[in-house]
């Protein structure tokens, strides 16, 4: 029995080894996940394009694949060690799934179900005081959006033979599909948007839904209608310690008083003297029950982010929080990354949202290319891709500094570091991994909240 499971595990391999074609399928949708019509897509290598239906489908057929699986599961950074899987998380934290099946598709038992962190982990995949028959079994592996089913014989309680790798379909476990390496770049253009660009330098299922948010060139709408309230303003009897530690409760003032004009009307008071309504709700923003500037200085960002959540809350809507950077993290939840992504605020500030950057200023070592935070900063992000002159530039910010004169939009281009150390407390990163300059400091925080309608 044992000699001819290793005997099936070896013939499957073997039809592994081939390339193959296969079809990739997804869809194209504007901001409000609609499809779009007639958009080019196609893949930057040979001539293979195509033209969206009127519902945002397309399907590129007969794309050409390589086929080497053990490879795909180095690249995700896994490996199997005797009875363990270990695997690495390269930034923020990621979901992984591991479970046993039988040839079947039955599931025997899940090793692991949910998210790890940045770094090293090792999963034990026959947990402790389980007995299993020896037999032919299906170890999946699901990694993000990557799932791996490795045939492997289990003798004696131990993993034998956990050299075969296939990849999987989103399906039934014991469904084995082909997997699909397409190293190419899959595009998406149409006049007056952005070219939309997807790597498929990975293993992917051939039959994923791809979907391709194509973003305008600039956006500039919200920053024309959105308030610049300063920090320094001394009108209604100002802000405590003339608002030296108010940017937080100003830059999320501005975000919230733009939504309550565009569709959520009740989340500041509405009289006929809007900045006096800006004014009053600072003041309770800043108070103890939300980010609770007024007692212990300026709002790090988990205090920023559970601040404004509660504050839309109590205003009766619901809303999404998300955040990327490494400055005071919040709670799991909301981390989508520890590295501010420059697309994604491009992504996040249309639309019904708000969203809020943070810079800390830095003290600069040049004997030892070290920044060493020393203090920071809040600012709302009202728009993307313009210069002040007007021309078009995508690699610009727009944001509103309450710590300016008021009514000023600013246009910022931020750079990334090519080398350097950041250093904020006892915790050190590696600024040439994707932090960018901003203002002369560090950008570390980005909160954007999406609001939900009910």
Not at 202 to 209: E, F, G, L, R
């Amino acid at each position: 029995m044992y000699l001819r499971v290793n005997l099936c595990v070896l013939m499957f391999v073997l039809l592994l080894f081939a390339d193959q074609k296969v079809d990739l399928s997804g869809k194209v949708v504007d901001l409000g996940g609609n499809g779009v019509e007639n958009v080019t897509v196609g893949l930057t290598k040979g001539n293979l394009t195509t033209k969206t239906s009127q519902n945002g489908t397309f399907q590129l057929k007969g794309v050409i694949t390589a086929i080497n699986p053990v490879a795909a599961m180095l690249k995700e950074r896994i490996r199997l060690q005797g009875n363990h899987c270990v695997f690495s998380v390269k930034e923020g934290i990621e979901p992984v799934t591991i479970a046993l099946f039988s040839t079947q598709g039955k599931k025997i038992v899940t090793v692991a179900n949910r998210g790890f962190t940045k770094g090293t982990h090792t999963v034990q995949l026959i947990p402790k005081n389980t007995k299993l028959a020896s037999a032919l079994y299906l170890l999946s592996i699901q990694k993000g959006i990557h799932r791996f089913e490795i045939g492997t014989v289990i003798f004696n309680n131990r993993l034998m033979n956990t050299n075969v790798t296939v990849y999987a379909q989103q399906s039934a476990a014991h469904r084995v599909a082909r997997a699909a390496e397409v190293v190419d770049t899959l595009y998406a253009e149409m006049q007056g948007v952005e070219t939309a660009l997807v790597p498929t330098e990975t293993y992917i299922d051939s039959n994923i839904v791809l979907g391709l948010r194509l973003t305008p060139q600039f956006y500039t709408d919200k920053a024309k209608g959105t308030p610049d309230y300063s920090q320094m303003d001394n009108a209604y009897g100002g802000l405590a310690g003339n608002g030296s530690f108010y940017c937080g409760p100003c830059s999320v003032s501005n975000g919230i008083m733009w939504l309550d004009d565009n569709g959520y009307p009740n989340l500041v008071t509405n009289t006929s003297d809007r900045k006096k309504d800006q004014h009053d709700m600072i003041i309770v923003m800043g108070s103890r029950k939300y980010m609770n500037t007024e007692n212990v200085g300026m709002a790090p960002s988990r205090d920023v982010v559970r601040g404004v959540e509660d504050y839309i809350k109590d205003k009766g809507y619901s809303c999404t929080i998300e955040f990327q950077g490494i400055y005071f993290p919040p709670p799991d939840k909301y981390i989508d990354s520890n590295r501010v992504v420059i697309d994604w605020i491009k992504e996040k500030v249309l639309g019904n949202t708000a969203v809020f950057l943070h810079v800390s200023w830095v003290r600069y070592d040049q004997s030892t290319d070290t920044y060493t935070a020393r203090g920071g900063h809040w600012n709302t992000v009202t728009g993307y891709g313009k210069k002040s002159n007007g021309s078009i530039d995508p690699r610009y910010i727009l944001n509103h500094d309450p710590a300016k004169p008021s009514g000023k939009t600013e246009y910022t281009r931020p750079t990334k570091f090519t080398s350097g150390t950041y250093k904020r407390g006892s915790k050190s990163w590696d600024l040439s991994t994707g932090f960018y300059k901003y203002k002369g400091g560090v950008l570390d925080g980005i909160v954007a909240v999406t609001m939900k309608d009910e």
